[in-house]
């Protein structure tokens, strides 16, 4: 089949490489190249980098719904549209161009968790289950009809990387199941439930600041949900300490004050909430490198202090 892939970052990774595999003509859009580093080097997205590893030609456009992103996708003329984590919203003139349609693959048991970061707020929110849903794209905002979904738990200290990297090779298999469902003229569509529908925000940077009044499983939630961007802080002395990894504990409650850092380099570093303690396993401070908690305490003391 002939397909226009649409993807940018690693989540689409798995889903680009199984349309290679499976023997697909291809022809890959995706974003510009973006400045990253001290230096502000351009560097090409991952969906670009490995399409031309393929030499499978690649098209950049800032908006695909362009007059120039339209031509160019006529002009390749493809039979179905794939998107993949693409991070940029299509036309009706865009989803006009192949006869199949556009398939979209999708972090979350649609119709819950539409918009850009499914897996991040699944896991903050504390939910025990996600998925992927394959979905036929239309002009709203991951709002067209299911056409497969598979599910699968999270785990109580998953964060929200490790769920995105499992959930990528997930999307890609579902992707498969969907193409070979389709060629096979057994795919099935099915309206979303705009009664269970529920969207989340893109993440910014201050949705990693820390709420330590909040329960100790919140934090944990968040903790988890930001890694590894935009990482969960709190603020040491004014200075944002990052909070890379936490877990729940027994430990007995000596019901101080919220943000009240508690233990010793032998015991570990404990951080109180609102109901409870977290233990703190890693952790940055600013200009530092990431550390245990309990190589962390052997240079530093935070017995006592107060994080806000």
Excluded at 193 to 200: L, P, T, V
Excluded at 206 to 233: C, I, M, T
Excluded at 236 to 251: F, N, S, V
Excluded at 269 to 289: M, N, T
Aim: net charge neutral; with cysteine; charged share 20%.
């Amino acid at each position: 089949m002939k397909i226009a892939f649409l993807g940018t970052p690693e989540f689409a990774l798995p889903s680009l490489s199984a349309l290679i595999e499976d023997g697909h003509t291809l022809e890959v859009f995706t974003q510009p190249d973006r400045p990253v580093g001290r230096h502000g080097a351009p560097v090409a997205p991952p969906v670009k980098q490995l399409a031309l590893s393929y030499g499978i030609p690649v098209r950049q456009f800032e908006k695909i719904r362009s007059e120039e992103g339209v031509a160019a996708l006529c002009a390749f003329a493809p039979d179905l549209m794939v998107t993949a984590a693409f991070g940029q919203l299509l036309s009706q003139a865009n989803l006009d161009i192949p006869k199949h349609g556009c398939i979209n693959v999708h972090g979350s048991l649609l119709p819950r968790y539409r918009g850009a970061a499914p897996i991040q707020w699944a896991v903050i929110n504390g939910e025990t289950e996600t998925g992927i849903t394959t979905m036929l794209t239309d002009i709203g905002m991951d709002t067209g009809d299911i056409l497969l979904k598979e599910s699968t738990p999270i785990g109580p200290d998953e964060t929200a990387g490790e769920l995105y990297v499992r959930l990528s090779v997930m999307g890609a298999e579902l992707l498969r199941r969907t193409i070979a469902a389709l060629e096979a003229g057994t795919l099935t569509r099915e309206k979303q439930n705009e009664a269970d529908a529920s969207k989340c925000p893109m993440l910014k940077k201050e949705h990693g600041k820390l709420d330590l009044s909040q329960s100790a499983q919140r934090v944990h939630n968040l903790v988890r949900g930001v890694n590894p961007w935009p990482g969960a802080f709190a603020l040491w002395d004014g200075a944002p300490l990052k909070i890379w990894k936490t877990r729940l504990c027994t430990r007995e409650n000596p019901r101080l004050p919220a943000g009240t850092c508690v233990g010793d380099a032998k015991q570990g570093l404990f951080l109180q909430c609102g109901d409870g303690l977290v233990e703190v396993l890693e952790l940055q401070a600013p200009g530092g490198r990431r550390m245990d908690g309990r190589s962390f305490l052997r240079g530093k003391s935070l017995e006592g202090a107060v994080l806000q």
